[in-house]
């Protein structure tokens, strides 16, 4: 069965510095992985995936994620993080090889302190 | 523009009176999905569709019905709407079926409170 996992509920970090929102997850095909965002009352947009090729993908907003086959991780990472960047972040799985379902984390708020 | 929009956007009702939520995208996508998103539960997928009369259940489909009769239409159907089934819901789209188009996009959200 797919699952994911995102371990901490809230994330604080100083304007300026790097932050990381980690993700693991279990699937048993190949894994496409996706991160999501979600500002105060709106709907979720795409930040960035990862189907296949290079484990470093870059995405919108100057996010990157690293995927890491070995520790089942896609942490989302930013070198220096905005105040605008306090929002809701939701890793997402899907079996490449099975269904077209969906399995997405719990979320992660994080907190961008000025 | 390209987007998903729900309708309505608010629902307050009361326990047993069927409602829908209608569900459109503009972008001629084959796959759409419902979701739910609740308080330390993420979202979870309630049904999806890879395309017009194929449907399939996602993780939390109990209580929920959907149909698919047209490319750009989703509706999600509660039939007897419950307590519990108060939450917000997304609706969603994306090329799935075409390699390197997965990313979903999401509609802005329908926010149901059933009494």
């Known amino acids: 069965a797919q699952s994911v996992a995102q371990p901490e509920d809230q994330v604080n970090v100083a304007e300026g510095n790097p932050l990381t929102v980690k993700c693991t997850y279990s699937?048993?095909?190949?894994?496409?992985l996706f991160w999501y965002v979600q500002y105060p009352n709106r709907g979720l947009q795409f930040l960035l995936k990862?189907?296949?090729?290079?484990?470093l993908v870059k995405g919108s907003y100057g996010f990157e994620a690293e995927f890491n086959k070995s520790q089942t991780s896609f942490h989302l990472k930013k070198p220096s993080a905005l105040v605008s960047d306090s929002a809701l972040y939701f890793c997402?799985?899907?079996?490449?090889?099975?269904?077209?379902?969906?399995?997405f984390g719990t979320g992660t708020r994080l907190k961008v302190l000025a | 523009e390209a987007q998903v929009t729900q309708n309505p956007r608010y629902l307050i009702t009361v326990t047993g009176k069927k409602l829908t939520v209608t569900c459109s995208q503009n972008m001629n996508h084959e796959y759409m999905s419902w979701y739910r998103q609740d308080p330390g539960l993420g979202l979870r997928q309630i049904y999806y569709s890879m395309n017009v009369e194929v449907t399939d259940k996602g993780d939390v489909p109990e209580g929920y019905k959907v149909s698919r009769k047209e490319k750009r239409n989703f509706p999600l159907i509660l039939e007897s709407p419950s307590p519990n089934q108060t939450s917000l819901y997304f609706c969603?789209?994306?090329?799935?079926?075409?390699?390197?188009?997965?990313?979903?996009?999401f509609g802005p959200g329908t926010r149901l409170l059933v009494l």
């Open positions: 997402a799985v899907r079996d490449g090889s099975g269904t077209y379902k969906y399995i």
């Open positions: 990862y189907i296949t090729g290079d484990n």
């Open positions: 699937v048993s095909g190949n894994p496409y």
């Open positions: 969603a789209s994306s090329l799935e079926g075409a390699p390197g188009q997965e990313t979903q996009y």
